[in-house]
Nanobody, 124 residues
Framework: QVQLVESGGGLVQAGGALRRSCAAS????????MGWFRQAPGKERTFVAAINWSNGRTAYADSLQGRFTISTDSAQNTVYLQMNSLKPEDTAVYYC?????????????????WGQGTQVTVSS
């Protein structure tokens, strides 16, 4: 069983920055792709960013390109999400996820494991 443990997040003012991290542990399978999703109250969980573990290829939601950056520390089995120039509409619960496929998926269904989710609140 794989566990994804998230950290970071919290409350920040508009224009500020936060960094989320997500560490994979347990019976760690070969990681192919890790991604971040978010879910605002009353809305569906949506794609934020993803990264292919072996070649570093990344993908971002169009609306977040340029403000959010996904990166990895392979030695620590950890993925990061740097969030800059935060806006109140970025307020949501953020989840990391692990996908054992080599393709980057922007929907939730292909992801096999999920972190517990952490609230990020951006005040205006």
């Amino acid at each position: 069983q794989v566990q994804l443990v998230e950290s970071g997040g919290g409350l920040v003012q508009a224009g500020g920055a936060l960094r989320r991290s997500c560490a994979a542990s347990g019976r760690t399978v070969t990681i192919y792709t890790m991604g971040w999703f978010r879910q605002a109250p009353g809305k569906e969980r949506t794609f934020v960013a993803a990264i292919n573990w072996s070649n570093g290829r990344t993908a971002y939601a169009d609306s977040l390109q340029g403000r959010f950056t996904i990166s990895t520390d392979s030695a620590q089995n950890t993925v990061y999400l740097q969030m800059n120039s935060l806006k109140p509409e970025d307020t949501a619960v953020y989840y990391c996820a692990l996908d054992r496929s080599t393709m980057i998926h922007t929907t939730t269904r292909p992801y096999d494991y999920w972190g517990q989710g952490t609230q990020v609140t951006v005040s205006s």
